[in-house]
């Protein structure tokens, strides 16, 4: 490598004579060499390392012969003293010739794992580290780094070897700021002529770079926390902008080398050390020092009596000129990009002004910005349509590359809008008008788009929007897919374009879409916040009661609340009822009507002798009184198909529910017509404006009551009209919401049951190894230990005994634990599920036809938001019947439906997360018994069913869109984990029972987790 490391010569005469002192040079080393090789103490190492260093630099001679013994003190003392030019030829013939390169081997080598630790500390500062330290740092970088790749014999020898030379690196480049005499030395050269384009000086420069960025990772595992990649390129980062800052104010005193600094060795060295540093994931070390730097810059820039600034402020100051050329200076794309991304996410994260970050960009990218047109893509193509930023960093983009001009200013105000502009605002609403964008890209993309141009619009004048071209037609078409979304943040957007557009061409008249909008729109959505992005943990239906269904009035936005598909983590809540006990229900309904009757008339006896009687009565609720009570069904139904009397039929639907779940005795002949009847009833005809959602609801729970009173006769019914050409999408939502509540409440209904007593009991519930003591009062019975009354089983004991009344008492005790009173009924709840015996009439009959297109149906295309709530409720029924054997016998066929690449695939992400979601119920509802019962007996249709489900779950994992989906699919995996070490567990009891059938040697159709370390 001496051809590298050495330079040009001005003339022949002085390039001879350098060549003989390199030889001398070379010649004085191989005498050391031979010293050190035949020494047999220190002091004879220190005088022979001394004999080559007092020919480079000054040492102190008395200091280093005090550490040694004569006859080397002797010879130390009595070296010869050359001047300072004398000693300056000696330097550079040795750094830059072959001498230093050996003469390095020699100290690193030999002398550092035999005589160092020998040497005293103040001879090795003087002679040994002075070689490193006070040599050219680009000489010795080439020295130290590939050292640190160098094998020694043992352990021990390497170790001493390498904590060496990493004590040498961190004394040479850290704490004597060897890169920031680098790039000095870099500038000196580029003075002197050493032109850039020469291919050995590139090269050289390159090489330089690399070793620089390489140290952390040829340092060793426990080397000095120095060498680690984020305190060594700290401080390098650090050293190379001082530097740089420095030889700019050098270079711009002459002019010819300013014209030129950007194809300087200097910017050179600067720009490829940065990209290395990029390359190797320390782009956010590299900003962190980078912004202070460049802030300190701009607040020089502006004198103190000037609150705004201008690009002449800028131009003026001289290290300006090292700002404009870094990026260029870096040539590597990747890296630029990557350091601009991370710029613009710390600025976001500093909350500094919108002003001030954008003369950062105008100062680090507006030089390159202009001449390079991949610069100019990276910002218009990559940080507009592909890459999500913080709403802040998006308006900083905007105004740098769109606007072009910089915020709250008044040239933002005066200034035209230019072509490009135009252009830009048209390719960011072609794009977001298209379905297969809302479908093909993540929530937070859509939002930084919608951002992005309801930032441009808000620019735009009614006349500037006249010239455009499409723009309206876009707007329109993207607002309207957006309204029929089921995901609510998704009709959040076409709300704030629709209101900003609608500002723009006519501002006295806004168009609000939605309630919740407001004036000023917030364009962050939630999901573009300067803080870290997060996706909700799982999510496919709202944790509140479905809302309510579309009416006439207003379809699109009625539509787009009832199809709202955002679920929680918990589960579903489940509905309980207090009885099914019919007659009790009947009776306690006719005695609470009664006894309404009676306090209203007692209250109407009171006022009518009140003084307030003589005030005049508020007759405008007068009717309430005349309107007809129902009692039966039948006439119920036939109120409900009178669409001419708006006001009975509200009367109906108020007495609707409570009626059914009366559960008279023609309710199993009529419910079939009054289920037809409530759904084909129309809310918005007959409720008062703004009642609507108030009738929905009572249909709904009217809906609901039928199913779970009469499951089997109402179920007939609605899965029929489910996929009839005679109900639109708002009634196919309404029948499959129902079923799935109905499903819910009878998976967990609380049952009543009566018990009757004897006499006056008192009960105590104790732990099982304490028994009550027969302490009590005169006349008392023995403990008798009874079972818990409703239950299987029992985890305490339960004990009870007779007591008699006291004299006179009439009261029952109220304390909590002892009751006494007379004999009374005693109601024990307890909770059964029911709705395992209706499940295959639940699901069976909605999963067949549901890809079929027939007039008026066509739930793959169109109508995807029922087939998304129609795969949600099945998930639910699964779940209703967990761990049943009902669930085993029905989950092949859901298997079998989600499993088809129309619903798997499917290209809205709220059928992919209902069909996740009905996935982890398959997971959670199958008892592990029956899972691996089906692998011994080999059950193809459960085993192929639950591997697909964990293949098709990774894939949406890894490569789906939506965010949701990604989050939900996670969930599955894990689901499907606990469910393959439940069925390995099962596995292992079933062969090592007796009565167990042998299991195949080969069970690949479920994949256990950690499987590779069991």
């Not at 700290?234 to 002459?254: N, P, R």
Request: aromatic share 6%; with cysteine.
């Amino acid at each position: 490598m001496a051809s590298t490391r050495s330079s040009s010569s001005p003339s022949r005469g002085a390039g001879d004579g350098k060549k003989r002192l390199e030889a001398l040079a070379l010649d004085r080393v191989a005498e050391a060499a031979d010293a050190v090789a035949s020494a047999a103490c220190a002091g004879e190492v220190v005088r022979a390392i001394h004999a080559v260093a007092s020919l480079l630099f000054p040492v102190d001679s008395e200091a280093v012969a005090g550490t040694v013994e004569e006859p080397f003190r002797r010879q130390i003392v009595e070296a010869v003293t050359l001047s300072n030019d004398e000693r300056e030829s000696w330097r550079r013939a040795f750094y830059h010739g072959p001498a230093f390169p050996t003469m390095s081997k020699i100290l690193l080598g030999n002398v550092a794992l035999k005589w160092l630790p020998k040497i005293n500390d103040s001879a090795r500062k003087e002679i040994y580290d002075s070689f490193f330290v006070k040599g050219p740092p680009t000489e010795v970088i080439q020295a130290l780094v590939p050292a640190l790749s160098y094998k020694e014999v043992s352990k021990e020898d390497h170790r001493t070897f390498c904590s060496n030379v990493e004590r040498l690196l961190i004394l040479c480049l850290l704490d004597n700021k060897g890169v920031f005499q680098i790039v000095v030395d870099f500038t000196c050269s580029n003075k002197h002529g050493e032109d850039i384009h020469n291919p050995d000086k590139t090269i050289f420069v390159s090489r330089v770079a690399q070793l620089l960025a390489s140290v952390p990772d040829k340092a060793r595992l426990g080397a000095s926390a120095a060498l680690t990649s984020a305190s060594f390129f700290k401080h390098v980062v650090s050293q190379l902008l001082a530097g740089a800052e420095a030889a700019t104010i050098e270079l711009a005193a002459d002019k010819e080398a300013n014209e030129h600094c950007v194809l300087s060795s200097m910017f050179h060295f600067v720009g490829e050390v940065l990209s290395r540093v990029c390359r190797r994931g320390s782009t956010g070390i590299l900003v962190a020092e980078l912004i202070p730097k460049i802030r300190n810059h701009l607040h020089r820039c502006v004198p103190p009596d000037h609150r705004a600034t201008s690009p002449e402020m800028i131009q003026h100051v001289c290290q300006s000129q090292f700002w404009f050329n870094m990026v260029e200076a870096m040539r590597d794309q990747h890296s630029i990009e990557r350091l601009t991304e991370e710029l613009l996410r710390q600025l976001a994260s500093h909350h500094i002004s919108d002003e001030e970050a954008y003369w950062i960009l105008w100062t680090l990218f507006n030089q390159s910005f202009k001449r390079l047109t991949v610069m100019r893509a990276m910002f218009v193509d990559k940080f507009l349509l592909w890459k999500t930023f913080p709403l802040c960093c998006l308006r900083w983009i905007l105004h740098y590359t769109v606007f072009e001009c910089p915020p709250n200013s008044t040239t933002e105000i005066l200034m035209q809008r230019t072509p490009n502009f135009f252009g830009i605002l048209q390719s960011l609403v072609s794009i977001w008008s298209r379905k297969e964008f809302i479908q093909s890209y993540s929530v937070e993309q859509q939002a930084y788009i919608t951002a992005a141009i309801g930032l441009c619009l808000e620019k735009l004048t009614k006349k500037e929007l006249e010239t455009t071209k499409d723009v309206l037609n876009s707007i329109l078409q993207g607002v309207s897919c957006r309204l029929e979304s089921p995901i609510d943040l998704i009709r959040k957007m076409a709300s704030a374009v629709a209101l900003t557009f609608s500002k723009v061409v006519d501002p006295k008249n806004p168009l609000y879409l939605d309630d919740n909008c407001c004036e000023n729109v917030d364009w962050d959505f939630g999901v573009l916040s300067p803080k870290e992005i997060k996706a909700p943990l799982d999510a496919v239906e709202s944790k509140t009661k479905p809302k309510a269904r579309e009416n006439k009035r207003n379809a699109g936005e009625k539509k787009a609340k009832a199809i709202k598909h955002d679920i929680p983590v918990v589960r579903a809540k489940i509905v309980e009822i207090n009885s099914i006990d019919h007659d009790q229900m009947s009776d306690t309904a006719t005695n609470g009507q009664f006894e309404e009757e009676e306090c209203d008339e007692e209250s109407m006896n009171v006022d009518a002798y009140s003084d307030s009687s003589l005030e005049p009565y508020d007759l405008s609720d007068d009717d309430t009184d005349l309107q007809k009570k129902f009692s039966h069904l039948s006439d119920l139904a036939a109120a409900l198909r009178k669409p001419d009397d708006p006001d009975g039929v509200e009367n109906a639907l108020n007495y609707a529910e409570k009626l059914v779940r009366a559960s008279p005795d023609e309710l199993r002949y009529n419910s079939g017509d009054l289920v037809r009847a409530l759904v084909h009833v129309r809310c918005s005809d007959v409720a008062m404006e703004g009642e609507e959602d108030s009738a929905e609801e009572k249909r709904q729970k009217a809906l609901v009551a039928l199913l779970v009173t009469c499951p089997f006769e109402s179920l007939d019914v609605l899965t029929k009209l489910l996929y009839s050409s005679s109900v639109d999408i708002g009634q196919r939502i309404l029948i499959i919401d129902a079923m799935t509540e109905a499903a819910q409440e009878l998976a967990e209904t609380k049952t009543v049951k009566t018990e009757q007593r004897r006499g006056n009991l008192i009960t105590d519930t104790s732990p099982s190894w304490l028994v009550p003591s027969n302490i009590g009062p005169p006349g008392a019975g023995p403990w008798r230990e009874v079972s818990e009354p409703g239950t299987l089983l029992s985890w305490s004991h339960r004990y009870e005994r007779e007591v008699p009344s006291k004299s006179g008492q009439l009261k029952s005790g109220k304390s909590r634990k002892w009751g006494l009173g007379k004999a009374k009924d005693l109601q024990v709840e307890w909770s059964k599920n029911r709705f395992p015996l209706y499940a295959a009439a639940f699901m069976l009959p909605v999963m067949q036809g549901y890809d079929k297109r027939s007039h008026g149906v066509d739930l793959l295309n169109r109508d995807f938001v029922v087939l998304g709530k129609l795969i949600y409720m099945l998930g639910v029924c699964m779940k209703s019947m967990a761990m049943h054997p009902e669930a085993s016998a029905l989950a092949p066929a859901l298997l079998d439906m989600i499993r088809s690449r129309d619903v798997s695939r499917h290209a809205e992400a709220y059928v992919r997360r209902s069909a996740l979601f009905a996935a982890s119920c398959i997971l959670i509802s199958l008892h592990p018994s029956y899972v691996a019962s089906s692998l011994i007996e080999g059950n193809q249709d459960i085993s192929t069913g639950l591997e697909w489900i964990r293949t098709w779950a990774l894939q949406v994992a890894e490569a789906d869109p939506d965010t949701e989906c990604t989050s939900m699919a996670m969930t599955c995996l894990r689901l499907h984990s606990e469910m393959a070490l439940q069925t390995s567990r099962a596995l292992e009891s079933a062969n090592h029972s007796k009565t167990g059938r042998a299991i195949p040697s080969k069970l690949d159709s479920i994949i256990l987790p950690f499987g590779n370390m069991m």
